[in-house]
């Protein structure tokens, strides 16, 4: 299974940004996706998730309001909006996969990861 992501970059506070998340390998459309983030000198958190039908989400507190999380399962990708976006955003995100259909919400509920992109947001 590989799991790449894409769409990460600098942004100034309020500014948006969409990141893109390919999984192959596996049949796409029974495993639940997630993102995750990492800033430096801090444990890796989840940010959202989502079921394999795209039907149940999940989202930190943080980011409830400012951040979508959304499938195509036709192109076997995961995408995560992000408005509003605030310099304690920054840092590096993370595209999973889940071995399973329903939601996971912690790393290790997930199975498959990404190499990871750098999000900065400049204040």
């Known amino acids: 299974v590989q799991v790449v992501e894409s769409g990460g970059g600098l942004v100034q506070a309020g500014g948006s940004l969409r990141l893109s998340c390919a999984a192959s390998?596996?049949?796409?459309?029974?495993?639940?996706m997630g993102w995750f983030r990492q800033a430096p000198g801090k444990e890796r958190e989840i940010v959202t998730a989502?079921?394999?039908?795209?039907?149940?989400?999940h989202y930190a507190d943080s980011v409830k309001g400012r951040f979508t999380i959304s499938r195509v399962n036709a192109k076997n990708t995961v995408y995560l909006q992000m408005n509003s976006l605030k310099p304690e955003d920054t840092a590096v995100y993370y595209c999973?996969?889940?071995?399973?259909?329903?939601?996971?919400?912690?790393?290790?509920?997930?199975?498959?990861w990404g190499q990871g992109t750098q999000v900065t947001v400049s204040s």
């Open positions: 999973a996969l889940r071995l399973a259909g329903g939601l996971g919400f912690a790393p290790t509920d997930y199975n498959y």
């Open positions: 390998g596996r049949t796409f459309s029974g495993y639940a």
């Open positions: 989502i079921n394999s039908s795209g039907g149940s989400t």
